[in-house]
């Protein structure tokens, strides 16, 4: 099962020149879960509704390098 990871999230806001505190702006999410999640080596330790969010508002902004679904992720995302 293919989970983004903190990189691909710092990634894909960068590909868009937004800094973190945008990026939570437009999600309505702490800055704090922008960093927390960027920051995560594998899958970001968010809850499955804070990863939602940054993914979907980074794919309205058009980030380019979003490659997967937030619905694909682990069952410990889930249970979050």
Known sequence: MRVITGPQLLA???SIRWAPRDLARHAKVPVS???RAESSPGEPTVT????NALMQTLRTAGASVLQADPSSCGEDAKNR
């Open 12 to 14: 894909a806001r960068l």
């Open 33 to 35: 879960v922008v960093e």
């Open 48 to 51: 499955i509704a804070q990863l």
